[in-house]
């Protein structure tokens, strides 16, 4: 049985305690947040942590979930490798593009397993798209587009994702990083940035609201991307779409799929009950995720994504900022 502890008991630090009950081989044992506030209705037996240090001190903890703002990522992931952790970070890997350099070094030097946390990668959707794209039924693909324009409320956001300084950036880097790992691993190639134009028209803190970016596979594919915060209420508009020489594959995170063959019927298929809200989606990729964590853990093997991974999207937004003056 895998000890956990989870720092930063935040929305996505609550959302971690609560799958961990669906996911076997793991046990939490210890949390860390500086707001008792945040701890109401916290399962008896779990201990409190008044910081990081002592969660990495901690004898009967084998492994760490970040669950902190960005720029807190580099030291507590450093620290914890360094006493052995197993460390599970959400994403991005890190602040910027030379700590997440320095964690992957520190990651690869390291016998502990460390994994980046891209729910993305196991929403059912887009696992059994990729599955349908591998195939070969897809053919050829000839173009990738992307899109997600979730609108936004600039109150229901925690201050530090508006702040520069401790996010990085905004939807680039909040948004884009699912976006941009989703299309390399559905491809199954990497990515090359040629053009990118951020937006800042909301006025949301000093971080951009959108990001429309021109990219390319590594055989040339034509790839574009856009991701948005408009303020508002409404439903998020997701669609990664891939056109092939076969048909065209569509796939929307948090609903289903859709094959559309060059000739026959198209195929449509919905992966979550009817009545599960966008909560309980997201929350079949993070289960999936710690899953992937713990059974690296329980088999002495690495885990998917690893930080190297996650190391090539940051670098596409590295490349994404300084091409707009902001790095």
């Not at 942590?49 to 720029?71: F, I, K, M, T, Y």
């Not at 320095?102 to 502990?112: N, P, R």
């Not at 429309?212 to 948005?228: C, F, G, K, R």
Request: glycine share 10%.
């Amino acid at each position: 049985m895998t000890g956990m502890g989870i720092i930063g008991m935040g929305y996505t630090g609550w959302q971690h305690l609560r799958v961990a009950d669906e996911v076997a081989g793991v046990e939490v044992r210890a949390v860390v947040e500086a707001r008792t506030d945040r701890l109401t209705g916290l399962p008896p037996g779990i201990a409190i942590h008044a910081n990081w240090q002592e969660a990495v001190a901690d004898p009967r903890l084998d492994a760490l979930s970040v669950c902190l703002p960005h720029h807190l990522h580099a030291e507590v992931v450093l620290a914890a490798l360094a006493a052995g952790k197993h460390v599970l970070v959400e994403k991005p890997l890190a602040l910027d593009l030379p700590q997440a350099e320095q964690m992957t070094a520190a990651a690869e030097a390291s016998s502990a397993v460390t994994m980046v946390e891209m729910t993305h990668r196991f929403y059912p959707p887009v696992v059994q798209a990729r599955a349908l794209a591998r195939s070969g039924r897809l053919g050829q693909v000839v173009a990738v587009a992307e899109r997600i324009v979730q609108p936004i409320r600039e109150e229901e956001l925690p201050a530090w994702m508006l702040d520069r300084v401790q996010a990085g950036g905004g939807v680039a880097t909040t948004n884009g990083v699912h976006m941009l790992d989703r299309i390399a691993w559905v491809c199954g190639q990497p990515l090359r940035l040629h053009h990118g134009i951020l937006g800042h028209t909301q006025r949301l803190g000093d971080v951009e609201d959108t990001a429309s970016l021109l990219l390319s596979l590594a055989d040339q594919t034509p790839v574009s991307l856009l991701a948005a915060w408009p303020r508002g209420d409404g439903a998020t508009d997701d669609e990664l779409t891939l056109y092939g020489t076969g048909g065209t594959l569509r796939i929307w995170a948090w609903r289903g799929w859709a094959f559309e063959p060059g000739a026959g019927p198209p195929e449509v298929h919905q992966c979550y009950p009817p009545e599960a809200d966008h909560a309980a989606r997201a929350r079949v990729g993070m289960a999936g995720a710690l899953t992937e964590f713990v059974s690296a853990i329980a088999e002495g093997r690495r885990a998917g994504p690893a930080f190297r991974e996650i190391l090539e999207v940051q670098r596409l937004l590295d490349r994404l900022y300084r091409s707009a003056g902001i790095v």
